[in-house]
């Protein structure tokens, strides 16, 4: 036997080793990725000035990485959306307020947080920032950030397509100062534009007069809100610094604001371009290396194959929204049919090892009709803008290509969206409206619920009225004090809604077939009802999650559902055991049913 100070120096020498080579792996990926998306810059300067913007004094790469696997996420997670101020009260902080939401009347069923951006801005309810350093102090501050982060896992926004055009960074571009001379992307009039895909209907180039002369600067979305030029690696340096500074004050998941749009070449479409994938690549890898489980998603709201290639070969967004969902089910249920919503489940591939989908029926955003593109007839399309107008709502226009506006989304409360059918105003909004959410439950995937959602929050046209924009029909500020005496009153709509949902999220939590990778099959059960069957990872628990889409009582064949003998079955919303000797199961108007063979109990 060797003698033991000669074993401890062979362990040492492989362990250093181990380390050399999963140092080398990630030198060596970032190198790639910096060669591919920079050719004309040196690779291996460049992969040390992007470890040192990531990594700061206090941190290092874990040694092996994290290999694709689904332990990011459980059937535990899900998110609430919401503004930092959707709370105020004109006296204590509305980080403190969402804080004592959160606190009060979340905690213990939903466990994520995205909070909208938090920093100061001119714009766009936030996405316009002046200055990403800080938080904005009409919130609060990093502190009050921090509070949340330590009992939510906390998901913010890196708006890296643009900021605003009164942010320090443009005025030092407007004065010719470096490095900012350089941050923002430039066109000229006569350049081809023609094949931009645009998400809105003003100019795309707004000029502008700097020390330099008179420049014209890309605005994917507004002309106060001015593209970065990621073709320079600087920019694309700070935003690593910029992540580093939300891990360090608690942020676990990183949302990629508009992330599609960054990369721009003339007489391109400016979109899903192979640098913005790569970049998101890169990205993916420095996460993936973090001592903290690091999530990142995509926003990216465009038609669904488009949108499903930010999964990549497990190596890009570890989660992307769902953004076909919101409209698909609007029209569903306005329409009494999962005609669509059926087609649409069966073609959906299972997310990849490592992926997950990010399951919303509503945002501070707009009911998106890109993600529905190929996906409904026109005929349908028109008809859902026709009835959303009647029910109080106002509709975004976009750009084409054609030189010609074009529907880009529909705005408005989604309790109101959903106050009838295309047939009219009835008296079923309660039981429709919890049957979206409860859709979104259960698919496969991580849910999230708007924080107006989970308070059936209205349309606001007084926000609409004071703003000038569309998009402040749903995004009211509720004055606290109120919010806290409805929610004590359990006759309000704000108690009930919230109520229903807190029940259906703690059973839904209690599922292992409800993991967010656990299997999905989509079930033919007619046009009139919206199935799938989900199966826990070890197999152990099968869910049939059924959904009546109509408002008329529907029966089920207990054969069609394959509950196979020699398990108790139990609808686990109802608590109620089902006797498979029954010839029909009955579903009343919007009624939904989880039909488990192992109930909450059995399983928690």
Not at 516 to 540: E, K
């Amino acid at each position: 036997m060797k003698p033991p100070n000669l074993i401890s120096e062979k362990i040492l020498t492989e362990q250093n080793t181990l380390t050399e080579t999963a140092e080398l792996r990630l030198t060596n990926g970032i190198s790639q990725l910096i060669h591919s998306i920079y050719p004309e810059k040196d690779a291996s300067d460049l992969t040390q000035k992007v470890i040192a913007a990531y990594w700061d004094d206090n941190h290092t790469p874990v040694h092996d990485g994290r290999s694709p696997s689904n332990s990011l996420w459980t059937e535990k997670d899900s998110y609430v959306i919401t503004y930092g101020n959707s709370m105020i009260d004109g006296e204590y902080k509305p980080l403190d307020l969402l804080n004592d939401f959160l606190q009060n009347h979340l905690k213990g069923t939903i466990n994520g947080v995205h909070i909208l951006p938090f920093f100061p801005y001119t714009s766009d309810d936030g996405f316009a920032i002046t200055d990403y350093s800080v938080v904005d102090s009409l919130l609060g501050s990093w502190e009050d950030i921090g509070r949340i982060a330590e009992d939510f896992r906390l998901m913010s926004d890196l708006v890296l397509n643009h900021m605003s055009s009164q942010g320090h960074w443009f005025n030092e571009y407007l004065q010719g100062h470096a490095p900012y001379n350089q941050f923002f992307f430039e066109a000229s009039p006569d350049d081809d534009v023609s094949k931009v895909v645009r998400p809105r209907a003003h100019d795309l180039l707004k000029e502008v007069t700097t020390a330099n002369g008179t420049k014209h600067v890309w605005c994917t979305f507004s002309h106060d809100q001015v593209d970065f030029d990621f073709s320079n690696p600087e920019v694309l340096l700070e935003f690593l610094r910029i992540m580093r500074q939300h891990i360090n004050n608690g942020v676990r998941t990183i949302r990629l604001d508009a992330v599609a749009f960054v990369w721009k070449e003339i007489g391109t479409t400016s979109i899903h371009l192979k640098q913005t994938h790569e970049i998101v690549r890169l990205m993916r890898l420095l996460a993936d290396y973090d001592e903290e489980p690091i999530v990142l998603i995509t926003e990216t709201n465009v038609p669904n194959v488009e949108n499903l290639s930010y999964f990549g070969n497990r190596n890009e967004a570890h989660m992307i929204y769902n953004f076909s969902l919101p409209p698909l089910l609007l029209h569903g249920l306005l329409n009494g049919t999962s005609q669509y919503l059926n087609a649409w489940q069966m073609a959906m591939p299972p997310a990849q090892l490592g992926c997950a989908y990010f399951n919303f029926t509503a945002s501070h955003d707009g009911v998106g009709l890109r993600p529905i593109e190929g996906l409904l007839p026109q005929d349908d399309i028109d008809a859902m803008i026709n009835t959303v107008k009647a029910h109080g709502g106002l509709v975004s226009m976009r750009k084409g290509n054609d030189g010609k506006d074009h529907p880009y989304e529909m705005n408005i409360a989604l309790y109101d969206a959903l106050r009838g059918t295309t047939e009219g105003k009835d008296a079923f909004n309660k039981e429709r409206f919890l049957c979206s959410q409860t859709i979104a439950m259960a698919l496969e995937g991580v849910p999230a619920f708007y924080i107006h959602s989970l308070l059936a929050t209205p349309n606001d046209h007084a926000g609409v009225e004071r703003s000038e924009h569309n998009r402040a029909i749903n995004r009211h500020r509720w004055n606290y004090p109120e919010l806290l005496e409805l929610l004590s009153d359990d006759n309000s709509r704000q108690s009930q809604i919230l109520a229903a949902l807190k029940a259906r999220i703690d059973i839904r939590t209690n599922q292992m077939a409800f993991h967010p990778n656990a299997t999905q099959f989509t079930l033919q059960l007619g046009n009139d009802l919206f199935g799938f069957w989900r199966q826990s990872i070890d197999r152990s628990q099968s869910v049939f999650a059924v959904h009546n889409m109509t408002d008329k009582d529907i029966k089920v064949p207990t054969m069609s559902l394959n509950l196979f003998g020699g398990e108790n079955w139990v609808d686990l919303i109802a608590n109620q055991t089902l006797n498979i000797e029954d010839e029909d199961i009955t579903f009343a108007p919007y009624q939904c049913r989880w039909i488990s063979n192992r109930s909450q109990n059995q399983h928690g």
